[in-house]
C-alpha cells in the first residue's frame, strides 16, 4: 500500500469518471446481455469468473445481468478512468471532498501509527478510548452505556454492537438517536442514573436532535442528584463545542474534519462498541478493515472485490435502470445493516450534479432498503418475484452459524441460494398468476464467519465500494449539503411555532401549520 505523504493535501482536480464514449458502449453491451439462466448455460465456468474471493467475503456475483464481455469491458472502464490513482489519492491524504475541501482519510483511523502524521493522531485518540471503554468494563456500578448520536454517528456504532453482540463481554450498550421523546423515553426505561453513562457522539457537537436529548439525558441525571459530568463522555470532531457544553477534557475523545460522518466507525466514533466488546475485539474488527484496505490498494481489478462489487451496483442503478437495490441479510445480526447502507450509499452517492457542478446526466444512488431474511420472503419478496419493477437483491450471510442449531442455518442458507435461484431462472407455468419471469439479478455474499475481523473487512468492503460507485459517477461522495436545506427549514419551523406560526404565511406549509397549532392547542388544554 502507498504510504501517506507521497500525494498528500494535492487537490484531487479530475476524479475520472466514464467517459461518454465507454458509457455508450457499457449500455449496448448491457442491453444486449442474454438472460442469466443462457449465460450460465453458455459458460461452464461462470461461477468461478464472476466470484471474487478476498479477506474472508466469497462474493458470487454469477447471477447478476452482466455477460463476460461486459464484465471484460467494465473493468477496462474502470481502469480507464483512473479507479486505481483514486484509490492511492485517497489513501495519501489529498483533497478527495473537492467540495468541501477535504481529504477522506477514513483509512488512516486504523493504519499503523508509523504511515503518518494522521494516522499517529488517530491511534493516540483510539488509545484513550481503550483505556476509557476498559474503565468502564471494570467499574461494576457501570450497568449500562448509552449512546445519543444520529446518522453517522450513530448507524455504524448501533450496526457494528448488533453485529458483534456474540462478542459482549460489558455493560449493556444502548443506542438513542431519534429527536422523538419516544426514543429517548424507552431507552431510558429500567435504568438508573447512578449506575449510566452516556457518549455524546456527534461530529459537530451542535446537531439539533442529538444536543436535544443529551440536554434531557443531563436533566434525567441531575435530578437524581447526581454530579452528571463524572456520567458524560463525548466522541467529536469539535471538542471546543464539547468543551463549552461542559464534558470534562479528560472525557472528550477526537476525530477529525478528514473523516466523514458516514465513514466514521473506525474512529472514536466506535467508542460504544468497544465499551460492548472490549478493546480486544474492537482490534479485532480494524485488523479486518485494514485487512480489506490493503485489499483495495493492491489486488489487481478484476481480482479486487470492491471494485468488482462498485461495477456491479455500478451496473445495475446506471446501465440497467434499476433504481432500488435490496440488500437482505440472511444473518439476524446484520439486521441493522440495511440502514446503515442507506446512509453510507444514498448520503455519498444520491447526488445531482458531477464534481465540476455540471448537472448529471444517469442515475446515480439507486434506493437501498432492506431487512433480514428469512423474514423478507414473507413480506416483501413476493413483490421482488412477480412485481413489474425489477430491484437487484445483495444476500449476505455467514458460512458459519450464529448460533449452536446447526439445522437452523442449513435451514436458513438453503432459504438464500433457493430465493437467489428463483429470481434468476423464475418459473414458466402457464397459469400466468403461478409465473415467475426470471431473470432477475442478485449477488450472494458469504462471510467465512460474522467474527469482528471479517465483519471489519465486511464494513470497509462497503465504504470503498461507494467511494468507487462515486467515482465512476463522477460525483463527489464526501459532501452531504442535500440535508441542509430541511435542516435550515426546521429550525425557521420551529421558530414559527413560537409566535403561533405568524411570518410562516408564504410557506406552503402554513395551512397545515395552522391547524396542527390549533389541534396542539386543544391537546394540551385537555
Ligand atoms: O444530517 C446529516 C449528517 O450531517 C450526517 O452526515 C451525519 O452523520 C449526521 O448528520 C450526524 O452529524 P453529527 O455527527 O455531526 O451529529
Known sequence: MRSCGSFGRRRATSL???????????????????????????????????????VGIHADFSRQRISGDLWAALFESAKECGIETNIARMFAGDIMNVTEDRA???????ADASTSAEARWASRQLQKVRECAHAIRSNPNIHTVVNIGIGGSDLGPAMATRALRRFASGPEVRFVSNVDAADLDSVLTGLQPQNTVFIVSSKTFTTSETMHNAERARQWVRAAGGEWETHFYA??????????????????????DWVGGRFSLSSVIGFPVMCAIGPDSFDAMLAGMQDMDAHVASAPLHRNLPVAHALVWFTNAVLHGYSTAAVVPYSHDLSRLPAYLQQLVMESNGKGVYVDGDAVATATSPVVWGEPGTNGQHAFFQMLHQGTQVVPVEFISSVEPLGSDHEAH?????NMMAQSEALAIGDMNTNPHRQFLGNRPSSILMLDALSPRTFGALVAMYEHS????????NVNSFDQFGVELGKTMAVSTLNAFAVGGSGADETLTHPLMSWYLAHRKNISNE
Open 410 to 414: 442449513d435451514i436458513l442458507i438453503a
Open 235 to 256: 466522541a467529536t470532531a469539535r471538542p471546543e463545542i464539547a468543551r463549552e457544553w461542559g464534558i470534562r477534557e479528560a472525557n472528550i475523545f477526537e476525530f477529525r
Open 104 to 110: 477522506a482519510l477514513h483509512t488512516a483511523l486504523r
Open 466 to 473: 461507494t467511494a468507487i460507485q462515486g467515482w465512476l459517477l
Open 16 to 54: 475520472g469518471s466514464v467517459k461518454p464514449d465507454a458509457l455508450s458502449h457499457l449500455v449496448n453491451l448491457a442491453q444486449s446481455v442474454p438472460s442469466i439462466a443462457e449465460m450460465f448455460h453458455a459458460s461452464p465456468n461462470r461461477a468461478e469468473a464472476f466470484t471474487v474471493d478476498a
